[in-house]
């Protein structure tokens, strides 16, 4: 609706002063109209006349030519229009359909990359959660994503965690199996930790664990799978790629298309960073680096003194994997804040050897998740929040009649409080408020479809019925007479398209959930002043709540949080 008037005024536009500017209609507030737009003033310069003079002919032509969509247009201010849409184009813009953005686009989006060898933490369920949001927003746009994983298999912190499991089990494979497999991620865990300490503090230990570094790539490049060390270096790699599989059905995320592991990535970028060593790439005391000052970047290692490759060249070769893989036309690839300038360094390099590769490149980040002191923890050093105690502590504080909504409404909680904060920004999780049925919650946002869905129920709407109102778009039809607050919540409807539109081209989910929020206010408003059933305008309302509760089902669908009819 918003596309198609801006298309017609700028074809006014065009008619009456030979000109082509770009109209932008702005939602204003509804004592002005639905709409405003300050096209006027943008044709000040080119015909050299005063805005409200302009905006005195634009209204002219709109008042003749747009009366199926335009009731009113006024002139405001120093040259603004504001216009007020006809009853039958509001009520035909209340639909849940989602903008085909990216119809016919191949998207590649990596995103939760956890290591092996080491637990999830909070970050990973953020980003999880994150990416999830954005793949589904590109999917309902009309792409076909191809989500990946990638993590680290291979490297010092696997070495870490292999020399503190030696030096407890020696090298007898056989005593993983008293390890119970409920605590196998915290075991490894602990010995991840107990690892990186003695590589600190020890100097026998870290070159140990240099050695062990060394091997690692062995087993792979040999295909070792019969000595000790390898057996147990396999069969605990299988311990987390079985932990990472139980983990992401827990939080009931759409399903990864590939598993990348470094290992896996090292050799293709290997291969990318000598065939461009020169002119790309160059020696340095041993080593192959990428100098990024000519970028107004810096140097990185790229192959070690050892002839290792670094995480630069294994990001390389998962980019040429991928795209070997799945074609895509397009990659997004989501990594903490702190990863900022490392990736510009790896896509700097990319730049130089595939322009064209890398102009399909973008790199999303995440901030931080701080909780109480806003102390920001390190797997490292132990102190992590592990991603199964945030699911814990904010079901323990979620109150719910039955198991399956309890899970629910945990989920929900926890999704929204990432999903409503700006992406990049750091997030202060608060679990008392992340559960509250008053505030800017997920629960909240449940309750208030499952109130809908009630309502609907006390009405006499079947259950099969209700699924149906839930499922289908179905516009509002035209001709029906709307009373002030009735408008302003079909105008409210309409909003859901715009808002859609900037969040898929921004791939920012929060602005879905900052409209959402808004929609179960008004919709409350509406419904405390304004009777539905037994009201000589039941039927109408009905229809209203329909449109809301299938809106608020659409929306918290598309951020992926789990929406109960019932609570």
């Known amino acids: 609706m918003k596309q198609q008037l801006e298309a017609a005024i700028a074809a006014i536009v065009e008619r009456l002063f030979d000109a082509t500017v770009p109209v932008e209609l702005t939602r204003t507030d509804e004592k002005f109209g639905d709409y405003a737009t300050n096209v006027a003033m943008q044709l000040v310069k080119e015909l050299a006349k005063p805005p409200r003079e302009i905006a005195t002919e634009i209204v002219a032509a709109i008042a003749t030519e747009l009366t199926d969509t335009v009731t009113e247009a006024q002139i405001a201010g120093p040259g603004f229009i504001n216009l007020t849409l006809t009853e039958e184009a509001l009520l035909g813009g209340a639909t849940t359909a989602t903008p085909q953005l990216n119809a016919n686009k191949r998207v590649l989006l990596e995103y939760s990359c956890p290591n092996a060898f080491k637990e999830l933490h909070t970050g990973h369920l953020y980003q999880t959660v994150v990416g999830d949001a954005i793949g589904r927003l590109l999917t309902a746009s009309g792409a076909t994503i191809y989500r990946a994983n990638f993590g680290g298999d291979v490297g010092l912190h696997v070495a870490k965690c292999l020399y503190a499991i030696k030096q407890q089990l020696g090298e007898d494979v056989s005593q993983l199996a008293a390890v119970p497999p409920a605590e196998r991620p915290s075991w490894i865990s602990t010995a991840y930790v107990a690892g990186a300490s003695a590589y600190e503090t020890d100097e026998a230990a ?10 690692i790539y062995s087993f792979h490049d040999s295909s070792d799978h019969d000595s000790q060390l390898a057996k147990i270096y396999w069969e605990c790699r299988g311990w987390s790629y079985e932990y990472f599989k139980a983990f992401y059905e827990s939080i009931v995320v759409s399903p990864f298309n590939s598993y990348y592991p470094e290992s896996g990535t090292a050799e293709r970028g290997l291969s990318v960073v000598r065939v461009n060593t020169p002119p790309v790439f160059e020696a340095s005391n041993g080593a192959v680096v990428f100098k990024g000052e000519d970028a107004g970047l810096h140097t990185r290692v790229f192959i070690t003194s050892k002839g290792l490759p670094t995480y630069e060249t294994k990001d390389l070769g998962v980019i040429y994997n991928e795209l070997d893989d799945f074609k895509y036309d397009h990659r997004y ?12 360094v790896v896509f700097a390099a990319l730049a130089a050897i595939d322009p064209e590769l890398a102009a399909k490149q973008t790199h999303l980040t995440n901030g931080t998740i701080r909780f109480g002191s806003g102390q920001k923890m390190s797997s490292r050093l132990g102190n992590v929040t592990r991603a199964a105690d945030v699911l814990a502590a904010v079901g323990q504080a979620v109150t719910a009649i039955d198991a399956a909504t309890k899970q629910q409404v945990t989920l929900g909680a926890i999704k929204y409080t990432f999903l409503k904060h700006r992406l990049g920004g750091d997030i202060a999780f608060d679990v008392n408020e992340s559960v509250s049925l008053e505030g800017n919650s997920g629960p909240y946002l449940q309750y208030a479809l499952a109130r809908a869905c009630s309502i609907l129920d006390k009405a006499g709407y079947e259950a099969s019925r209700l699924t149906a109102v839930l499922a289908n778009d179905v516009v509002l039809r035209p001709g029906l007479e709307l009373e002030t607050a009735e408008r302003l919540l079909v ?10 539109a900037k969040a898929i081209t921004e791939l920012l989910p929060h602005q879905i959930c900052n409209y959402l929020y808004e929609l179960a206010q008004d919709f409350n408003r509406f419904y405390e002043n304004n009777r539905v059933i037994g009201n000589e305008r039941q039927e109408l309302r009905l ?20 929406t109960p009819q019932k609570m």
């Open 206 to 215: 870290k070159q140990a664990i240099t050695e062990i570094n060394t091997q």
């Open 333 to 344: 690839i989501l990594t903490g804040n702190d990863q900022l300038q490392y990736m510009q």
């Open 491 to 500: 105008r409210k409807l309409t909003e859901y398209q715009e808002v859609l």
């Open 543 to 562: 229809l209203l709540i329909e449109n809301y509760a299938r809106t608020l089902h659409h929306g918290l669908s598309l951020l992926g949080l789990p």
